[in-house]
């Protein structure tokens, strides 16, 4: 680790952690305006059809309750792009847990109750919830870069019938829930004509932008503030209904407005990943060289907006070979909309693949660390590019290396601890690199300190900290000297966080203004700072976002070991470790902590979280974190994260790559193959829990007679 520490990649501690560890830091629903009233949404109770009728009487007799919006008198909003953000406008209802009202109050409770106390009859109509890989409405979507169309090299088909050694393989990943700590919530209020929100959002610019629209505002009259944000993991990548509601309640009762919404109701209103349907053809020359690769992947989408989880778009990436064919299908369903969730399309489109290539390095009898090396490739396969780097051998080596991998026992079931089948398995990992232009500006001030203004959001990873290390460098001034300023809309404008992509885009403009910055210094040798400083700034479009003819993608490898419990089913990860090729690590602290964060996100992904669509409400059955289960520390006894030096000089300024959701990619697949490698019996559908194992039959077969547990 670097020892100056202004230096890039220096483990700079998190510049808000104290106000965090002591409660000073203020997300958006501890913001109290005087005279804050309170807001609780009202989820409709069937799965499809229409309101015909409220009776809001009960509910106004409630104590403290000031308001209730329904769709037969909610101000009308100008039609929004996205139909999700559409609340209260008619009175359709797509899917169980649309909102079809809103009780404001006094008191958080006395708004809960008038909730409560509301009277919705509806006009049912039937409904469909069930993703089959045959349903009739199933169909291919379109879009103008084709990510989502389907991909044709050679002669998939043919090419697959002919290979010496093939396996044809299906697996599911069910529906998936962010859960970010902290919930939804937004406190909203208005003054003057002007409308100020405190929101938690992954994106305060887009948030602003969307409210100005839908109620029909100029940009300029709306503030957005997102400065501390408890997680978001994609949910709150864009605007959701709860601050459109806020808004709209604070702007009908003249009074300030704050809404967090309920845990329970997350599932339905906020985004899930959809669950996915996979079946994965691979065929293979005698030593292992792949000749066809054929991913076909079927998912669901709402009759609200289509979102399309681009479980395949990985396979594009990952390994060579003259014949594939990539396939996304979607199926219009009556259910909530899907959304993004850490590293979309790639976390279970890599379960899939990845466990496939486990799958046939069995049928070839060869090593799985070594099968991937083989088909590693210089040029992405589908667009033919070359990359810009790509250093997934290297990553696959050292991990190997690291785990002790020359010591495992290939053969499924041959090592146990007493009643515990144990097992090793490997999988690689993909995560493009993106960026979106931003502007940034860089504040001189006489005294010899500088103030960087950007609209970054920090949602956890260390954004605030990260900006200031990439402004001190390139300052060449010590950190402490350097203020970040985030998580406004009156900031310059950048684009959300998401994507892996927000320490790149927000660190090429904070780069570009520091770098003028210190120009503009450089040439007042002597002299000193005006008294009103000096100002450089920045706006990266046309070069941040400039094509440049390479394939740009962060890489690793994931290896685990598992222990079965032969009695009770239960898996346990006993060891995890990853090793990444991303670009130039900006902070050892943070990176690890983005890392081994999404790498047990992954565990949670293989063995406990899962979530079921009840075919006959309509509605998610595990909907809070009683009955969703989320790693706990005991799930996760030991976790490495390393990373490898890489030089790669066509990203940006800083030489990074986004780091945020690589680790969540190919954790599930690593696991699930060490679980194969345990107990000798092939799991494909997740998550891996107790019920599922024993009532798979071989899976924790009883030591015989005279025989010891292995």
């Not at 393989?169 to 209020?189: D, F, K, Q, S």
């Not at 996979?278 to 292992?288: E, K, Q, S």
Request: with cysteine; net charge negative; hydrophobic share 40%.
């Amino acid at each position: 680790m670097p020892d100056d520490p202004r230096s890039l990649g220096a483990p700079a501690a998190r510049r808000e952690g104290p106000q965090k560890v002591t409660g000073a830091a203020r997300y958006a629903a501890e913001h109290t305006p005087d005279g804050c009233a309170h807001a609780w949404p009202v989820p409709a109770t069937v799965a499809r059809g229409t309101v015909t009728a409220i009776d809001t009487a009960p509910a106004l007799a409630v104590p403290g309750v000031v308001r209730v919006l329904t769709p037969f008198d909610a101000p009308r909003l100008a039609e929004p792009d996205d139909a999700t953000l559409a609340v209260l406008q008619n009175t359709r209802v797509p899917h169980r847990g649309w909102y079809v009202a809103l009780v404001v109050a006094d008191t958080l409770e006395a708004a809960r109750e008038g909730a409560a106390a509301l009277r919705v009859t509806y006009a049912e109509e039937p409904h469909d919830v069930t993703l089959r890989a045959d349903h009739p409405g199933a169909y291919v979507p379109k879009d103008d870069d084709g990510a989502r169309d389907e991909h044709v090299r050679g002669d998939p088909e043919g090419a697959f019938a002919k290979a010496p050694v093939r396996v044809d393989v299906a697996y599911r990943v069910p529906p998936l829930h962010n859960h970010p700590m902290e919930p939804h919530a937004a406190t909203a209020r208005w003054r003057d004509g002007r409308l100020t929100v405190h929101d938690s959002s992954q994106g305060a610019t887009t948030v602003r932008d969307v409210l100005a629209g839908l109620f029909g505002l100029p940009k300029d009259r709306v503030t957005v503030v997102s400065e501390h944000v408890g997680g978001g993991f994609g949910a709150k990548g864009t605007p959701r209904p709860h601050v459109v509601l806020a808004a709209m309640a604070a702007r009908e009762t003249g009074r300030p407005v704050k809404l967090a919404l309920p845990r329970p109701q997350l599932a339905a209103v906020v985004g899930h990943r959809s669950p996915t349907l996979h079946r994965v053809r691979l065929g293979a020359a005698a030593d292992g060289t792949l000749t066809a690769v054929l991913h076909e992947v079927t998912a669901h989408t709402s009759r609200v907006k289509e979102f399309v989880e681009t479980g395949a778009a990985a396979t594009r990436v990952m390994y060579g070979s003259p014949h594939a064919r990539t396939t996304h299908r979607v199926v219009p369903l009556d259910v909530p909309s899907p959304s993004w969730m850490r590293a979309p399309g790639e976390a279970p489109g890599m379960y899939a693949l990845e466990s496939a290539i486990d799958e046939l390095a069995q049928e070839l009898g060869m090593d799985p660390v070594e099968l991937r090396l083989r088909n590693d490739t210089r040029s992405e396969p589908d667009s033919g590019k070359p990359f810009s780097s790509r250093h997934l051998a290297e990553c696959l080596r050292e991990g190997a290396r690291r785990f002790g991998w020359e010591d495992r026992d290939p053969r499924p079931r041959s090592s146990a601890d007493g009643a515990v089948l144990l097992g090793t398995g490997v999988a690689a990992a993909t995560y493009p690199v993106l960026v979106a232009p931003s502007t940034a500006s860089a504040h001189a001030h006489p005294d010899g300190t500088f103030v960087v203004r950007v609209n970054a959001t920090d949602i956890g990873t260390g954004a605030r900290t990260v900006l200031a290390q990439v402004a001190a460098d390139a300052l060449g001034v010590p950190l402490d000297r350097v203020r970040t300023e985030i998580g406004s809309s009156d900031l310059p404008a950048a684009p959300l966080a998401g994507g892996s992509s927000g320490t790149a885009s927000w660190g090429w403009a904070v780069h570009e203004a520091c770098t003028r910055l210190a120009a503009r210094l450089a040439e007042r040798p002597g002299q000193p700072v005006p008294a009103d400083g000096l100002t450089a700034t920045a706006d990266t479009a046309g070069t941040a976002d400039a094509e440049d003819g390479y394939a740009r993608h962060a890489f690793g490898a994931h290896f685990a070991e598992v222990g079965v419990d032969r009695v009770s089913g239960e898996v346990r990860v006993r060891r995890l470790l990853g090793v990444y090729a991303a670009g130039r690590i900006l902070n050892s602290r943070t990176a690890h902590a983005q890392f081994v964060g999404a790498m047990t996100m992954g565990l949670g992904m293989a063995l406990t979280e899962g979530s079921t669509l009840d075919t006959a409400f309509g509605d998610f059955a595990e909907c809070d974190l009683a009955s969703y289960h989320v790693p706990a520390h005991a799930d996760v006894p030991a976790v490495e994260a390393h990373w490898i030096e890489e030089d790669d000089p066509h990203l940006n300024p800083m030489g990074s790559k986004g780091i945020g959701e690589i680790g969540i990619v190919g954790t599930a697949a690593a696991i699930g193959n060490a679980v194969h490698h345990a107990t000798g019996v092939r799991f494909r559908e997740l998550p891996l829990t107790p019920d599922r194992i024993l009532a798979t039959p071989g899976a924790c077969p009883p030591p015989g007679p005279g025989r010891t547990p292995a």
